[in-house]
């Protein structure tokens, strides 16, 4: 009977045993769970991104330089690119946010799956796990942080919200995302909590200012480790993105109001200030470890980072001393934070006149990524860097309810010392933290995906707070279960609904979980449109270096390293060049190309692509790129000040032009926010006065300026009429688009009720173009007048011509991404001696070609010149009549080429003149060799008005009826939101086949 007695009692205490070790230890299988869940979703889509040939696809712009510098490490492991050569030619560009511990650790993975010497293609499988992967390491600092401020349960609701949030931390870390963001929130977090932990330590421990002069280590110890670790892992932070310099800020902010507080509390500010001064010097000597380039620059290891982590660490010792010193004063506490709040502002007013560039760059990142206050013009042409349009139906589309719930439980972290809860320098630290991040995403929406962590945590406290004020026992046993009241049944239910059901379908948003989401991501859709091009540009122009005569590509290897000039302008070899485009396609341009970009998604040479873009005339065009070889900015000037700038040109020339058919329609509104004029300049008629009223009758009598810019003329027309640019390929491949432009006009009899009233009363006529300003309708000729340039498809076009609110100014069809290059152009001179006298007193010389693209696509380029009263006249052409040169010469294998000689005409169409035929080689092309023309034969020339025209198949205007059929689709692709806004009434990124 004892023995039994015995068997019981061991499995009493073995069952007691292990549920005791269940009750400890059953989150850590939930977290495992949760991370394999929050991989798995980020994991679905992955055969997409995996090509038959081996080739990248990625889910963004960003994302393919990001792989860049992920080979460049491969390549140079364990060094990362210390200065890029292959962007942002003339000059190069230390690219300071990509080639940083981020790539690091990838290629370092990598390196071990490879046992020493990975392939390029597990370098690449392990980049694309890798984002997923980090993503769900975010689950184990989120759950600790959440652990800290709501207990177990709190930490595990907290990953349970980060797992299922369908919004922009989802989208940033899905396979094929190859970007640095995900890297940031796993890496913010990590600080975050080693800071909690930090200070947790020092209020435990209390370190104070007599412990450290009698250095007694013993008491010292415990604190001292925790605030180094913090140190290290805001480093590490900052080491992964340079611009992380912002969390210095917000701990900045916090150890202000935590030692305000302490202070005013009779707590010795000693114990916050140490831990801030021994965490922040710490950053700042390991940072200082990462200067790559002097200055302050936020977007690269500086003087910066180092410099702000050390004025934090002097402020808390500062304010520890001057609490002792109001203390020997016997100064009433309450003036302390007044006191402060004024030495602050001095402090600001000092560094205004004493170091201005470093006042201009802390608040210009206050402004610009802290607080939604002031942001640049550029940033607002990129799409990730504006504010949300409506920032609470953003963070509901993104969070559903736990926003709310968030700011309930920031509500009731403020209130724990109200209920006798002991007061804590994390709670502050945590509400600090969040009230930043929630600005931030007001500021820029792409912040969006820090947010989450603190719609996470916070949470913790929200439903560790609910289930203490209504007693809520979830962890007990079966009696708890039976003594539950139906009051706490409903709040249970009510809080689970508020947190969970609208992240998941059918209440999610757009009915959409985060693993159908995820599911449906792929390829970027620029990038696949773009590709065919950039292959083009590859296998068809000269290595740079080798332009020309020169053979100079090995000094300028792909994955060469290069050190960063003292002065910041690379000197390039002869035969180098650059590649002129906008912004948004450097990054694909440089990767799938191999060729050098003018300008990037870093926004670096923005404002000069778009002075070339929008010049409106060649002559203005020439003078551009000759000012951006002189090394000179050529945005807003004259053009006598071109000229004058321009006389300094080096050989550092841009040869190529690329443009698609989103920088003509869609992104031109934003084109032209870098740059002088404004976009209102280029969509009202010729002529037309600022601050007038536009009637749609005033676009009978002439064009507009939009289509006299260097963009419209080399797209649309093919490079006509232009002397040293000439078509060289197309990618029809991917598709035609319909460019359209088109004016919301006010019509009284369409227009009706509070809005017809609201126009009348501004001044509104029958027939006048509608203006806005800040997203109001505006008085006539007030504001921006809405005239669209948008790709549309044909179903959206007849919806257009169907409206009679909406005015179709023109519809032009062009290939969906075009290259152009510039020469020096054939210069043909000829002279005709009218015996007849068959000519006037003004006669025109015309030279014209027929010639075909590689997608078959015929169109006529045309010159003409007036001819002198000798009878002589000179012209210059960039088409070539044989494709003689090539790569191996060092010039272009030309995709376009003519398909007989140039016929040259003198005297008006229609009547009685001279004509004849020359050839013009590609060598006269290249190097503006002079052809002389002769062999003048009188004839009956042809009429202009009875030819075929000047384009065929689908390179011409036409009256938006019809379109080609084979639009440029998007492709199945993600937000890429580092890319140019239009600022359009609609985007115009959509096309259609219907």
């Known amino acids: 009977m004892s023995t039994d007695t015995e068997h019981v009692n061991e499995e009493t205490e073995t069952s007691s045993s292990l549920l005791k070790t269940w009750s400890d230890w059953y989150h850590i299988p939930l977290i495992g769970a949760v991370m394999l869940f929050m ?52 000059s190069g560009a230390y690219v300071g946010q990509f080639g940083t511990l981020f790539d690091q650790i990838i290629v370092t993975v990598a390196m071990i799956v490879g046992l020493g010497d990975p392939s390029p293609e597990t370098v690449y499988a392990v980049a694309l796990l890798m984002i997923p992967a980090m993503a769900a390491l975010v689950a184990i600092p989120v759950f600790y942080m959440g652990r800290r401020l709501g207990g177990t349960l709190g930490g595990l609701v907290a990953i349970a919200i980060l797992a299922l949030a369908p919004g922009t931390f989802l989208t940033r870390s899905t396979v094929g995302q190859l970007d640095h963001h995900v890297g940031e929130v796993l890496f913010m977090a990590i600080a975050v909590v080693a800071m909690m932990v930090a200070l947790r330590a020092g209020e435990r421990e209390k370190p104070v200012y007599e412990l450290v002069v009698d250095r007694d280590w013993g008491a010292l110890r415990t604190p001292t480790i925790y605030s180094v670790l913090a140190g290290i892992a805001m480093m590490l932070y900052i080491w992964v993105w340079p611009a992380a310099v912002l969390i210095i800020g917000i701990f900045g902010v916090f150890f202000a109001i935590q030692l305000c507080l302490d202070y005013l509390r009779g707590v010795s500010p000693d114990h916050v200030a140490f831990v801030g001064a021994v965490s922040l010097i710490t950053t700042a000597l390991t940072t200082t470890l990462l200067i790559e380039q002097p200055g302050l620059g936020v977007t690269h290891f500086s003087y910066l980072q180092p410099f702000t982590a050390l004025l934090v660490a002097a402020g808390c010792i500062f304010m520890a001393w001057l609490a002792r010193e109001w203390n020997n004063r016997d100064l ?184 159908e989401q995820a599911e449906r991501t792929g390829p970027s859709g620029d990038a696949m449109v773009w590709e065919g091009s950039n292959e083009w540009l590859a296998e068809n122009t000269p290595a740079p270096g080798n332009w020309g005569e020169h053979e100079n590509a090995d000094q300028l ?70 000012t951006i070889a002189a090394g000179e900015n050529p945005a807003d000037k004259s053009t006598e000040e071109l000229e004058s700038l321009s006389e300094g040109a080096t050989n550092e020339e841009l040869r190529y032009v690329m443009i698609d058919y989103e920088m003509a329609a869609g992104k031109f509104s934003a084109i032209t926010a870098w740059s002088g004029p404004n976009y209102e300049h280029y969509v009202t008629p010729e002529g037309h006065e600022d601050g007038q009223p536009v009637n749609i009758n005033d676009y009978q009598n002439g064009t507009i300026p939009y289509y006299d810019t260097m963009q419209s003329k080399l797209y ?73 340039i948008q790709q549309m498809g044909f179903q959206q076009i007849q919806q257009v011509q169907q409206n009679p609110t909406q005015q179709l100014l023109g519809a032009r069809s062009a290939a969906a991404v075009k290259t152009f290059e510039r020469v020096e152009g054939a210069t043909l001179t000829g002279t005709v001696d009218d015996d007849a006298d068959v000519l006037g007193n003004e006669t025109t010389a015309t030279v014209e070609v027929e010639l075909e693209t590689n997608a078959g696509r015929t169109f006529n380029y045309t010159q003409e010149t007036e001819v002198a009263e000798d009878g002589s006249f000179e012209l210059t052409v960039p088409y070539a009549t044989n494709d003689e040169l090539g790569v191996e010469d060092g010039y272009t294998n030309s995709s376009v080429e003519a398909t007989g000689e140039y016929e040259v005409t003198v005297g008006e169409p229609g009547e009685t003149g001279y004509a004849t035929e020359t050839a013009v080689p590609e060598t006269e092309v290249v190097t503006g060799e002079t052809i002389t023309v002769d062999g003048f034969e009188q004839t009956e020339l042809e009429d202009s008005d009875e030819s075929d025209g000047n384009e065929t198949g689908g390179n011409q205007t036409d009256d938006g009826n019809q379109t080609d059929g084979n639009e440029t689709a998007d492709g199945n692709q993600t937000d890429d939101s580092n890319q140019t806004d239009g600022n359009q009434t609609d985007d115009g990124a959509d096309t259609e086949d219907n």
Do not use: C
Request: proline fraction near 6%; avoid cysteine; hydrophobic fraction near 45%.
């Open 716 to 788: 649309f027309d093919d490079a006509d009429g232009l002397e040293h640019y000439r078509t060289v390929h197309e990618n029809a491949d991917a598709g035609t688009a319909t460019i359209v432009t088109y004016a919301n006009v006010f019509v009284p009899g369409a227009i009706q009720g509070q809005v017809a009233q609201e126009l009348q009363e501004l001044g509104y006529q029958e027939g006048d173009v509608i203006y806005y300003q800040d997203g109001e309708f505006a008085a006539p000729g007030e504001g921006r007048p809405s005239v669209a």
């Open 39 to 90: 991989f798995w979703v980020r994991t679905q889509a992955y055969d997409q991104f995996v090509t038959d040939d081996g080739s990248p696809a990625l889910a963004g712009v960003d994302s393919w330089y990001q792989w860049r510098t992920i080979e460049w490490t491969a390549k140079n492991y364990p060094n990362t690119m210390p200065y890029e050569v292959w962007t942002g030619y003339p």
């Open 332 to 515: 009433d506490r309450r003036y302390y934070p007044v006191a402060i709040g004024g030495i602050g502002a001095a402090a600001l007013l000092v560094l205004w006149l004493a170091l201005p560039s470093v006042y201009n760059t802390l608040i210009g990142n206050l402004t610009g990524r802290l607080l939604p206050l002031d942001p640049s013009t550029g940033a607002l042409t990129i799409s990730e860097a504006q504010p949300p349009d409506d920032f609470w139906n953003h963070v509901r589309e993104e969070f559903g309810m736990a926003f709310y719930t968030m700011l309930a439980g920031l509500a009731l972290l403020v209130a724990r010392p109200l209920r006798d809860r002991e007061f804590r320098a994390e709670y502050t630290l945590i509400l600090v933290w969040s009230l930043f991040l929630i600005s931030m995403t007001a500021t820029q929406v792409r912040f969006t995906y820090y947010l989450v962590l603190a719609v996470a945590v916070v949470n913790a406290v929200f439903i560790a707070d609910v289930v203490d004020i209504f007693n809520l026992d979830v962890r007990g046993g079966i009696d708890a279960v039976r003594g539950i009241e139906t009051y706490q049944v409903i709040v249970l239910f009510l809080v689970v609904i508020l947190l969970f059901a609208p992240l998941l379908p059918p209440i999610a948003a757009d009915n959409t979980s985060s693993w």
């Open 557 to 626: 290897e792909y994955f060469g390293t290069y050190q960063a000039p003292a002065d910041g302008d690379y000197d390039y070899p002869d035969g180098a060049y650059g590649v002129m485009s906008w912004w948004d396609y450097g990054h694909l341009i440089t990767t799938q190309g191999e060729r050098i970009p003018h300008a990037n998604p870093f926004q670096q040479n923005a404002p000069s692509a778009s002075s070339f873009l929008t010049a409106e005339s060649e002559e203005r065009g020439e003078l551009v790129l000759d």
